[in-house]
């Protein structure tokens, strides 16, 4: 019976330590476990958690490989913009006139909408950026002005961010579709459109329906193919630089039920003027000259006129607002547009690689080695983009301390039951967030780079060593 009793104790006490186990000893054995599997024989991973309170190390493997982040780049992007445009930050389109108006009502000169870099203007997402909304507010005041008609152009000026759209380091597939969407000084519905298609049977071409909104200006060609079920959208827009021609090229399966793919708007500025020259004239106000962009105008050699009798001022949402969707549904272009007024609001040309030097020497005040923040862009979109998992982490525990960190945490979108931010590029899967461990707040981040085999499978791999962080 003692035996029997001693065997009892003994066998409580070894599950009594495998209970207890630390926290750091189980993620060493999935990180290993994870390390060791097939789809990760010719990858590189990195995994670091931290303290969110303290900035203490919980666990670390390969902390300082500089790796491609996808898109948790976003949390980096967004926790700088909040430091240093402030949580209240909203942009400030100007909008108004150059010339004079006649007792007739008719203004002999030109309505220009001049963008300050907002990323939401005619975006659905928001009920006081929705295009109709703006276009009306936009009606009205050259009403109230008594604007009756424009001998005239209607002007969008997006000069302000300058002539380079596309960030070094995309890739050709990305940016004729809307997440490859360019940056604008003046954007407009989240510069992108929708295709519609007319599918039919495998193997057989997809044609063109119509677009939404009409793109007049473009011409589209479809190489698209039906697919079989269960393939997915593997549809592409593809729009060489200063074409007219729009390719689609792919597969397209034929069980998808959106059938349409969104594809980025090449010129922006042009279709904000477009579609309000569209709208004064459906309202009966005659505009003589055809709608510009600065775009168009240096095209032409001509420069794009500065407003003289400003009109009104459209307010953009909250930077809190704009991060909340950004982070929400990975908006790339929002995060351009930020990254690029981080630069300017520092005084300096707001590009891209500013707004990178300044993030850079902004962390670097902090400690951070900027060789550790190796990025050229501000969404991830880029796999040039490298950063160690430490520093990801680091810059997150750093926000914690934050009067603004609520916003920041509520605009990480929830996975596996954890607030995080996702990233995936070609062979990288990527995730930075936040989790309680036995009352233990923790910030992470775990990178695989160039694994083989499917994304969903790794997905779950990589979710089983995040489990490790909510398992008492």
């Given at each position: ?17 495998t ?31 931290l ?9 670390a493997a ?21 430091n ?48 109709d ?34 960030p ?64 997915g ?62 775009t ?14 400003n ?26 547009q ?57 810059i997150?525990?750093s926000?914690?301390?934050?009067n ?25 899967l ?42 008492p």
């Open positions: 019976m003692r035996i029997k009793q001693i065997w009892l104790v003994s066998l409580f006490l070894i599950s009594g330590q209970f207890a186990q630390p926290l750091e000893q189980k993620l060493h054995s999935a990180f290993n476990r994870l390390q060791a599997d097939s789809q990760c024989r010719y990858a590189s991973v990195s995994l670091t958690v303290d969110a309170k303290t900035g203490e190390t919980v666990f390969n902390p300082n490989m500089g790796l491609a982040t996808a898109s948790t780049l976003k949390t980096i992007t967004t926790i700088t913009a909040f240093l445009l402030g949580k209240d930050f909203q942009y400030q389109t100007q909008f108004g006139y150059i010339g004079s108006i006649g007792p007739d009502g008719t203004l002999t000169g030109d309505v220009i909408i001049k963008g300050s870099g907002d990323p939401t203007l005619g975006s659905w997402r928001y009920e006081n950026t929705h295009e909304h703006v276009l009306s507010l936009m009606v009205a005041t050259l009403r109230k002005a008594g604007i009756k008609n424009i001998n005239g152009r209607i002007i969008g000026d997006d000069s302000i961010f300058g002539t380079q759209a596309i070094d380091g995309w890739i050709w597939e990305d940016i004729g579709n809307y997440y490859g969407a360019g940056t604008s000084g003046l954007c407009w519905r989240e510069n992108q459109f929708d295709i519609k298609l007319k599918t039919g049977s495998v193997g057989s071409p997809i044609s063109i329906s119509h677009e939404v909104s009409a793109v007049p200006y473009l011409n589209f060609k479809s190489e698209l193919i039906n697919a079989p079920a269960n393939t959208d593997n549809a592409y827009a593809y729009l060489p630089v200063n074409g007219k021609t729009m390719y689609l090229r792919g597969t397209y399966a034929i069980d998808q039920t959106k059938k349409s793919i969104s594809a980025a708007l090449p010129d922006p500025a042009y279709d904000a003027a477009l579609r309000l020259s569209d709208t004064l004239k459906s309202l009966g106000i005659l505009i003589t000259g055809e709608p510009e962009s600065t168009s105008l240096i095209a032409k050699g001509l420069q794009t006129p500065q407003i003289v009798t009109l009104t001022t459209i307010p953009s949402p909250y930077l809190s607002q704009i991060v909340y969707w950004l982070n929400q549904k990975s908006i790339n272009l929002y995060a351009e930020v990254l690029k007024t981080i630069a300017w609001k520092a005084g300096k040309e707001p590009s891209t690689a500013n707004g990178v030097e300044v993030e850079q020497n902004f962390w670097k005040a902090k400690g951070i080695d900027p060789r550790s923040l190796n990025i050229v862009d501000g969404s991830g979109l880029s796999p040039g983009t490298r950063v160690t998992t430490l520093t990801m982490a680091t997150l525990q926000a914690k301390k934050e603004w960190f609520p916003d920041f945490y509520e605009s990480l979108p929830t996975y596996n039951n954890m607030k995080m931010k996702s990233g995936s590029i070609l062979n990288v990527t995730y930075a967030g936040y989790q309680t461990h036995n009352g233990r707040e923790l910030c992470f981040s775990i990178m695989v780079n160039n694994y083989n085999g499917s994304g969903r499978s790794m997905k779950e791999k990589i979710f089983r060593i995040l489990d490790e962080l909510k398992t």
